[in-house]
């Protein structure tokens, strides 16, 4: 789920969910937000991003599983070679 605003939550359904992860970034307008999603959702743990930002983080996540993907393609066509 995304949201532009803690405020737009839906805290009413997301109260009874045991365990909410939140992500924002790293900026001091990220921590704001996760503080106040804090108050509303006492449950929720906050993800660290390692990036810059989110957009970021998941742009070298795709690119790392593409990555182990052709490694382990080029695993198997090695293995089959030596057959």
Known sequence: MAV??????????????PNVMVAFDPSGSGNAAARVVKELLPQSKRLKCKADDWNQQLIDYGRQLRQQQQQQRQQEQDDELSL
């Open 4 to 17: 532009d605003n803690p405020k737009s939550l839906p805290v009413e359904q997301l109260q009874h969910i």
